[in-house]
């Protein structure tokens, strides 16, 4: 492992690689079991995910100059939370997805019991290991306020509260606030908590830099959903993986589709500017999330 | 509140609607949102609960002689859990319940996808109320070993494994050893945290106590679910408030159907003969833990 002066001699781009490799490595140690409920849990967190809230973990931990030994715990944490929603998500009761990054939905594979179950158990386990990490848990209180900050990102005020806010909206013409607020809860609870929780490890971090912190999180959790409705129009299901127009054919509220592609382009933009104004006021070593943030809001799949 | 003194002086049972008024207010609390999804919550946490959970995690807090201050937020985490887990096993693709303690089940008072995301919800309030409530967080090592204890209790080794170990059995045969391993998990697992979580706030607990108190739980907790497929196939649905002879209709496997009621009887005798010499080998007043041992393992409902 890099130390952090060695880390900032190297762009992040550089970087991403082995830090994936590293959480991954964590997450696989902690989804070895033999039984059937273990290979649906392992099935559906393997999945050639891109890791990107691991990453938004660790840029937002090189910005607040954080051990990247304290960052592993939390990495982990919020990619099973992500790659739990996104089994709950599929389920015929929910976004009835069939197809995954090009593969089997959870329940396809397995069976819709076994589905419901790994994504319960996926949650329980982001718990299990903030809660339990030895480097986290030499730091209790840090440790205590990350699983706050967690759990409230998960729940009905957060990812759950917004994945049935999508669900309500579905045939419905939302305006662009109530839009913008299922969004901020769907998707964004979970990219804003992927942001804080290195925070968690700083209190002493002035509250008008905590405040910047949490602004950019918002701006690039919304335009990375923006961009994520644009590209289920726009892109192709083979580049995507998942069933391009699905959203569409679900009749789901989209950005793009209630206001236009060209607006949701220019949302984006300004989204991505108002992100990094924040980020420089935060200030300290930006490097890390200015590039996530491009790669985040200028992505094709 | 009465100071711990006063506890000692009044039995238990003389105490249990006060508990049970103190948990739920406190519930009612965090469960007080105004959209679909949090009446959903609320719903499916109001549902005339015996709160069986909260008074173990008091009885043992007695034990253990635990102002009962720092006892309200981990009762209210087990009974979220416990509540998620029923909202979730009444899923069509699950158990397909209808009725629980006489009302309809959370999917068909609502509908599928918002008792699914009602039961996510509930998971990670149970997570937060324990990780942010003041009285706790003012002890954060012990804090944080209760996340830890409920987050495992609650995962693939835990109750969601015990879940998918019962839906595998289903048809099956199981011997007693395989089937009493799963009733650890699905109905043990939960009821060993109510206990063992007061004891996350007394480290200085010699390892003979706590092991002694693991037993005991377990013991408990066994008891109890044969307790509970006894009355599914003795009981009268209007007593106990869900379809009688459910489990049957399922093909489950329980332990009266496939070993015999008269032999479920001496199985429940004898792990309360276990549990009490496991109670009094840790001492301490072991009144409250006692009296509901009684009540769980002699109930008619």
């Given at each position: ?6 880390n900032a001699a ?54 607040l100059d954080i ?235």
């Amino acid at each position: 492992m890099l130390s952090r002066q060695e880390n900032a001699a190297q762009p992040f781009a550089q970087r991403v690689d082995s830090i994936i490799k590293r959480v991954e490595a964590c997450l696989d140690e902690h989804l070895a079991g033999s039984d059937q409920l273990s290979h649906a849990m392992a099935y559906s967190v393997f999945n050639g995910g891109k890791r990107l809230r691991p990453l938004l973990v660790h840029a937002s931990g090189e910005l607040l100059d954080i051990d990247p030994d304290l960052l592993l715990a939390p990495a982990c944490a919020v990619e099973l939370i992500h790659c739990y929603s996104l089994v709950h998500d599929d389920l015929p009761a929910m976004d009835d997805d069939a197809l995954r990054r090009g593969r089997p939905t959870t329940h396809l594979q397995f069976d819709e019991a076994t589905a419901i179950l790994a994504g319960d158990a996926l949650q329980a386990m982001a718990f299990e290991i903030l809660a339990s990490e030895p480097a986290l848990t030499a730091r209790p209180n840090s440790a205590l306020r990350m699983c706050a900050t967690l759990a409230r990102a998960c729940g009905a005020q957060g990812m759950a509260g917004g994945q049935a806010l999508d669900l309500d909206m579905e045939g419905q013409r939302p305006d662009k606030t109530a839009l913008e607020h299922m969004f901020a809860l769907k998707t964004g609870a979970l990219i804003r908590a992927s942001i804080l929780l290195p925070a968690c490890l700083r209190p002493e971090l002035p509250a008008a830099a905590h405040a910047d912190l949490t602004k950019f999180a918002d701006c690039l959790g919304l335009g990375f959903q923006i961009c994520d409705d644009l590209l289920d129009i726009e892109g192709e299901t083979a580049v995507i993986g998942k069933t391009a127009g699905s959203d569409q054919a679900l009749d789901k509220a989209t950005w793009p589709a209630l206001f236009g592609c060209d607006p949701a382009r220019s949302r984006i933009a300004e989204l991505a500017a108002e992100a990094s104004i924040c980020l420089d006021r935060v200030g300290g070593n930006t490097e890390a999330l200015s590039w996530l943030t491009d790669r985040l809001l200028n992505r094709d799949r």
